[in-house]
């Protein structure tokens, strides 16, 4: 059954590609407004925040099954809006490497697809395969079409189920609409701190250098946002690693800001 049913799971996200353009996004969106809009707002005010904000920033931990929601004004520290449990998982934890691998991927990415018209309901997408991935890829193929998204199925994204998505989407759909062009979204393995991290990454680490390699890139990443509630920079190196910078702004300017599309 676990083969038949991931099978027609992803014959669904291949016909969801081309779902787009013939879907009612207009009235999706219309009807999360109306169901989630004023919860959503409620949720920013809750946490000192003017609705929508300046930015917003977005926290996947894959082990905690968990999407962070943070947000701020003007050049200030990021608050913790909302968190929405991830509903379903699939791979195990380590970068995503190959198409087919079923894995979540692990970095810095951003969104950079809005799909009002998913089979999965609503959904948001992400810039993988960055140019890490790309580089690091074990095939012809490193995969693509990362969502987080609707309903309670995946493999190798995060779905939260439709009313949370609703909430997410219209966040995300209109701090882009006051200026953000680039929403971040942070993809690591677990809470990157704290003993039961401690013991996570040596259970998985302690007979694959190359992962504790990796994690080892990601962590200047996740510890300096714990420090100081602002996205750390990053560059990707000739070789696909990570180098994380000091804390900066991310880009507000509307130039190059993604737009709805198909996907999931």
Not at 242 to 263: C, D, E, H, K
């Amino acid at each position: 059954m676990g083969k038949i049913f991931g099978l027609l799971l992803l014959g669904s996200i291949a016909t969801d590609l081309t779902a787009g353009a013939a879907g009612d996004e207009k009235g999706r969106v219309v009807g999360a407004r109306a169901r989630h809009g004023k919860i959503i707002e409620q949720k920013f005010r809750e946490a000192g925040l003017t609705y929508p904000a300046r930015e917003i920033f977005l926290r996947w931990l894959k082990r905690e099954a968990v999407l962070e929601l943070w947000a701020r004004e003007n050049r200030g520290r990021f608050v913790l809006v909302t968190s929405f449990p991830i509903l379903a998982s699939s791979g195990g934890p380590g970068p995503k490497r190959r198409q087919g691998d079923r894995r979540v991927p692990e970095g810095f990415y951003e969104i950079d697809r809005f799909n009002p018209a998913s089979l999965f309901h609503l959904s948001l997408g992400l810039n993988y395969p960055n140019a890490a991935d790309r580089t690091l890829a074990t095939g012809p193929d490193p995969g693509g079409d990362i969502f987080i998204h609707g309903k309670d199925v995946t493999v190798g994204c995060a779905p939260l189920g439709d009313d949370a998505i609703e909430q997410l989407y219209l966040a995300a759909l209109d701090t882009r609409a006051r200026g953000q062009a680039r929403i971040a979204v942070h993809v690591f393995p677990a809470r990157m701190q704290g003993p039961e991290w401690d013991a996570f990454a040596t259970e998985h680490t302690a007979a694959a250098p190359a992962l504790a390699r990796f994690w080892a890139q990601l962590q200047p990443g996740f510890d300096a946002f714990e420090r100081d509630r602002r996205i750390p920079a990053f560059t990707i190196a000739p070789d696909g690693s990570y180098r994380v910078a000091p804390a900066r702004s991310l880009n507000t300017s509307r130039r190059s800001a993604p737009s709805a599309s198909a996907g999931r």
